[in-house]
């Protein structure tokens, strides 16, 4: 493991950072399911997450308007034994200027016994639809025909992603993931080639993983590091997160996301059967910026919930005759 940390770390050093088209998540621990379908049914389940995330608070554009992203996404997944896997829904909102994408996303996860733990493989299917308002632009032409329309514009694009996922329960999780795999099938194909707000996504690749240990000098304490990599191959990005958790309930942490930001985190879980998203959790984050966003802004912040809960079907109680009653 030590081993394998150096070398993931030594290489994600060496990356650059890149300006990406998927959504940014400081939770992304909690909310795997936003970037990975093989996620799916993985906490044998059914589990809900809800999360808001506000980026770069209190920015204004050159004009003074606004235009910090907004995202809100949802998510539904739950395990299904007689399809052998899992089952998922995402719906995201995500806001950045004049341009909105709504995202429908559907999972499936055929999952399989692996060693001391289980492997999701994933598909993911759904669209994207962008919009862009342009009565809200400035144009430095007066005379240019598409600001000075006043028209909105809708797009829309098909979404396929691919995924692994391995967990063993309360020790480590992994997993392997591309999205906006628009090239693989020849779907560069936007519904409305013809359109400004046309979407021309870029193929996304993520590497994650976690690792759960007690201290033995104090096993109320469990510490929980975390890392993500994003890249499309060109330049990546990459986050370390240090979780420590008290008595399997409660979490605090912190995240650095290179040349962007470093975050706090803190949450609370009700159950204290493990360190896995069962019961009921919930929890924030605070980014301090540290690009030159953060001279315009005063960080960003991000809370979630997620619930999970199990539907036990009691065994069918069957009775027997004797002779003894008659």
Request: proline fraction near 4%.
């Amino acid at each position: 493991m030590r081993h394998f940390i150096f070398t993931l770390t030594f290489v994600i050093a060496s990356m650059t950072v890149f300006a990406q088209q998927e959504i940014q998540y400081t939770n992304f621990m909690f909310s795997q399911m936003a970037y990975n379908p093989g996620y799916a049914g993985s906490n044998d389940a059914i589990c809900a997450t809800g999360l808001v995330r506000q980026q770069w608070m209190g920015y204004q554009g050159t004009d003074g308007e606004g235009g910090a992203p907004k995202t809100m996404f949802l998510s539904l997944n739950a395990a299904v034994n007689p399809i052998l896997g899992g089952i998922g829904l995402n719906v995201i909102n995500d806001q950045i200027g004049f341009e909105t994408n709504t995202t429908v996303q559907l999972a499936y996860a055929f999952r399989l016994n692996l060693g001391q733990g289980k492997l999701g493989i994933g598909l993911q299917g759904g669209f994207i639809n962008k919009q862009i308002d342009f009565s809200k632009f400035k144009p430095t032409d007066p005379n240019d025909p598409l600001l000075g329309s006043q028209n909105t514009e809708n797009a829309m694009s098909i979404d396929m992603a691919f995924g692994l996922h391995y967990k063993i329960e309360d020790k480590l999780y992994a997993g392997f993931s591309m999205t906006q795999m628009q090239r693989f099938w020849g779907a560069q194909a936007e519904f409305a080639n013809d359109k400004v707000a046309s979407p021309a996504y870029k193929d996304h690749y993520f590497i994650y993983g976690g690792y759960f240990f007690e201290l033995p000098m104090a096993p109320s304490i469990t510490l929980n590091p975390n890392i993500l990599v994003k890249t499309d191959f060109t330049s990546a990005q990459f986050d370390i997160n240090m979780l420590a958790w008290y008595n399997k309930q409660i979490w605090a942490g912190v995240t650095y996301r290179a040349t962007d930001a470093v975050a706090i985190l803190a949450g609370y879980k009700v159950s204290n059967t493990g360190t896995g998203l069962d019961g009921l959790n919930a929890g924030i984050s605070y980014d301090i910026t540290t690009s030159a966003m953060g001279r315009n802004s005063s960080g960003s912040f991000e809370v979630f919930v997620n619930y999970c809960f199990k539907i036990e079907i009691p065994p069918k109680q069957s009775g027997h005759g004797t002779v003894r009653h008659l």
